[in-house]
């Protein structure tokens, strides 16, 4: 966030933090950007620091309408996790975060205006993306700063505004209900990690376990750099022998399965994504055991749609590896024909064998992507 920016827009807690302005960590020096509106709760102080020396385009958003107060750290985690699915994508993308996990996200289609994408993210699960942040990674044009302003949403980030945007997040009088929306401009996603090999040194990640301990960990990345690094499932095992997935996709499935492991990959484990035409229908997240997950995917979409739309051709992405194929059982009788998962348990074979009878295609994905946050 620039001094500029923030110097209009620190609203503090009470309580203070003792938060040095400048600090180092492995050896790369951080400054102060400023004290926040309050940690994950406003009984917890907080601060946000930039790498110095770094093009940061979190650690540098510039604050172009403040809301009724400044940004908390649950605000910038938000942010984050947004900029994080749409940094992966040259189509403009647009991710709806609520409680650092995706409540609906959507890629362009075709010819698609930004208004239409961004509503079909917000649609994806309406009732969860009340107070939502939302991720762009292109220009936000006046149609959907419109659509925007329709429904009450907490930040808006994105690399640029068109002319007469802010016009609009500023009209007070017509958008009464969200006229304390906060929007933010982000630097250049480019120069986010993205892929296994990048490099990415400055988004280690820190986790304080609760005696003060420490686990530092390289950041989650993905080997899959496109739709022709998807690879069919096979496996092995004395009861199946050897199983290949035969079952045939469409170019927009394939789309669509690698569109949602990177949405995945920003979901809280155990975690599935279902995705039909660029769009998500259904997020399941949080959940101890897979087909649980499963499961929770599938009934917030019967809940939410209420036999207006179906999953049937849909696609699901799965953080973790289907360790029997109950899960996959559970996603076929609700319509999805293709799934993306790692490999690792010793029922691959069970599982593929399973899906073929079924009809569903199998990929394996070439890492698991556990996100505990």
């Not at 990674?137 to 429904?151: F, Q, R, Y």
């Not at 035409?277 to 997950?293: I, K, N, P, S, Y």
């Amino acid at each position: 966030m620039s001094e500029k920016s923030m110097s209009r827009s620190t609203y503090l807690n009470k309580n203070v933090g003792d938060y040095a302005e400048t600090v180092e960590v492995f050896g790369q020096q951080y400054e102060k950007v400023s004290d926040l509106r309050y940690g994950t709760n406003p009984h917890q102080t907080a601060a946000c620091y930039k790498p110095v020396g770094h093009a940061s385009p979190i650690g540098e958003l510039e604050v172009l309408k403040d809301g009724k107060s400044g940004l908390s750290q649950t605000n910038l985690e938000d942010i984050s996790y947004a900029l994080n699915i749409v940094k992966y994508f040259d189509r403009p993308a647009v991710a709806c975060m609520k409680h650092v996990n995706p409540s609906g996200a959507a890629v362009q289609k075709d010819d698609e205006k930004l208004e239409t994408v961004y509503k079909k993210s917000r649609d994806a699960d309406p009732r969860a993306a009340f107070g939502s942040t939302i991720g762009f990674n292109c220009e936000v044009d006046v149609d959907t700063a419109k659509e925007i302003m329709s429904s009450f949403v907490e930040c808006v980030v994105a690399p640029s505004y068109a002319e007469g945007v802010l016009d609009v997040f500023n009209d007070k009088e017509t958008f009464k209900l969200n006229r304390h929306v906060r929007v933010l401009k982000c630097g250049d996603l480019s120069s986010m990690p993205k892929y296994v090999g990048d490099d990415a040194r400055l988004a280690r990640s820190i986790k304080v376990l609760h005696d003060g301990s420490l686990v530092i960990a390289d950041p989650l990345l993905t080997g899959l750099r496109s739709v022709n690094d998807l690879q069919r499932a096979s496996g092995t095992n004395k009861a199946c022998g050897e199983q290949i997935s035969t079952i045939e996709v469409s170019d927009q499935q394939r789309e669509d399965l690698l569109a949602g492991w990177y949405i995945n990959m920003n979901v809280r484990s155990n975690g599935v994504v279902i995705m039909k035409d660029g769009v998500t229908l259904a997020v399941g997240t949080g959940e101890q055991d897979r087909v649980g997950a499963v499961e929770q995917a599938i009934v917030k979409f019967k809940e939410k749609f209420e036999g207006d739309m179906d999953m049937s051709d849909s696609v699901m992405s799965s953080d973790g590896f289907f360790p029997f194929s109950d899960a996959v059982e559970v996603a076929a009788a609700a319509g999805v024909k293709a799934c993306i998962a790692p490999a690792g348990s010793l029922k691959d074979a069970d599982v593929i064998k399973k899906a073929n009878e079924l009809g569903v295609a199998l990929f394996h994905a070439p890492e698991r992507i556990f996100s505990h946050h």
